[in-house]
T-cell receptor, first 114, second 112 residues
Framework: NAGVTQTPKFQVLKTGQSMTLQCAQDMNHEYMSWYRQDPGMGLRLIHYSVGAGITDQGEVPNGYNVSRSTTEDFPLRLLSAAPSQTSVYFC?????????????FGEGSWLTVV | AQSVTQLGSHVSVSEGALVLLRCNYS??????LFWYVQYPNQGLQLLLK??????LVKGINGFEAEFKKSETSFHLTKPSAHMSDAAEYFC??????????FGAGTTVTVRA
């Protein structure tokens, strides 16, 4: 099983550029989300989706957009990159919305904004 | 609101020694609690989770954690550290849907 797949793994952007981080899962999970990981801060939720066509904001949504046109895909768009968005980004998925369900994470995307 | 505090950002243990990672949480409802491990340049892998079935939870790689409601704690232990346990460990809590709140993480170093 591929699980949760993120691309690209590494990316360098210039300030003001836009880009999309791709995320796909092959487990037919309803719930998908994006987190960013910064040193000393753990992971923080950016956006999440409870199913195709439904998205909502997490803890740190500013500067990011998401869409969920299919169950499998949940891309994260950086509209105008800023150095503060230098981080490691993780996509995650879960079968349903039950709080005890296991959340599966992708391998991460390392983004540097210069 | 939910939050997690991990005590100690770095822990160094000798190979074969006890590993103890501390996690305290705050939650307005009975929580679901998780421990994840992250090896260098990799994603997060679930070690174990508490979902109210049993207070002592056994996970993968010899780890276990005990839920103590009176102390609002969910400390992670392993009786004997192995070199392969060197990683960063995250405690997380969930009280609504599946949104996780993570602690800041604890980096474990294992000395030969």
């Amino acid at each position: 099983n591929a699980g949760v797949t993120q691309t690209p793994k590494f990316q360098v952007l210039k300030t003001g550029q836009s880009m999309t981080l791709q995320c796909a899962q092959d487990m037919n999970h309803e719930y998908m989300s994006w987190y960013r990981q910064d040193p000393g801060m753990g992971l923080r939720l950016i956006h999440y989706s409870v199913g195709a066509g439904i998205t909502d904001q997490g803890e740190v949504p500013n500067g990011y957009n998401v869409s969920r046109s299919t169950t499998e895909d949940f891309p994260l768009r950086l509209l105008s990159a800023a150095p503060s968005q230098t981080s490691v980004y993780f996509c995650a998925s879960s079968l349903t919305g039950g709080s005890g369900n296991t959340i599966y994470f992708g391998e991460g995307s390392w983004l540097t904004v210069v | 609101a939910q939050s997690v505090t991990q005590l100690g950002s770095h822990v160094s243990v000798s190979e074969g020694a006890l590993v103890l990672l501390r996690c305290n949480y705050s939650s307005s409802v009975p929580p679901y609690l998780f421990w994840y491990v992250q090896y260098p340049n990799q994603g997060l892998q679930l070690l174990l989770k508490y979902t109210s079935a049993a207070t002592l939870v056994k996970g993968i790689n010899g780890f276990e954690a005990e839920f103590k409601k009176s102390e609002t704690s969910f400390h992670l232990t392993k009786p004997s550290a192995h070199m392969s346990d060197a990683a960063e460990y995250f405690c997380a809590v969930s009280e609504q849907d599946y949104k996780l709140s993570f602690g800041a993480g604890t980096t474990v170093t294992v000395r030969a």
